[in-house]
């Protein structure tokens, strides 16, 4: 089974960077579209990048577009998530999560169309 592990989270100030990473072991993670998702204190998940198996085409919510940016590296089995200019407002447990679908039409990465998931990071933004 495939299991996810997320990395590099931790506390920031506002307008700082982080970087995290999605790792898997023994698996090829190329079979699957990746999304990362986040869940702040009392309100809903919510994700905010997806990339292709491929890694030739990511999405963003307009919440983070311009600040966020996810890469793949299948080689390493990894997906990144490089987290620029941070405010308050992005302080959440954040989540990797792999599956078939990258687009249903509606959504990228649809959560119901993620099998597998991480168990998050933190990302704290505050001075």
């Known amino acids: 089974q495939l299991q996810l592990v997320e990395s590099g989270g931790g506390l920031v100030q506002p307008g700082g960077s982080l970087r995290l990473s999605c790792a898997t072991a023994?698996?090829?993670?190329?079979?699957?579209?990746v999304g990362w998702f986040r869940q702040a204190p009392g309100k809903e998940r919510e994700g905010v990048s997806c990339i292709s198996n491929s890694g030739s085409a990511t999405n963003y919510p307009d919440s983070v577009k311009g600040r966020f940016t996810i890469s793949r590296d299948n080689v390493k089995n990894t997906v990144y998530l490089q987290m620029n200019s941070l405010k308050p407002e992005d302080t959440a447990i954040y989540y990797c999560a792999a599956g078939r679908t990258y687009y249903n039409g509606k959504d990228y990465c649809p959560e119901y169309g993620m099998t597998y998931w991480g168990k998050g990071t933190l990302v704290t933004v505050s001075s």
């Open positions: 023994g698996f090829p993670l190329n079979r699957y579209a």
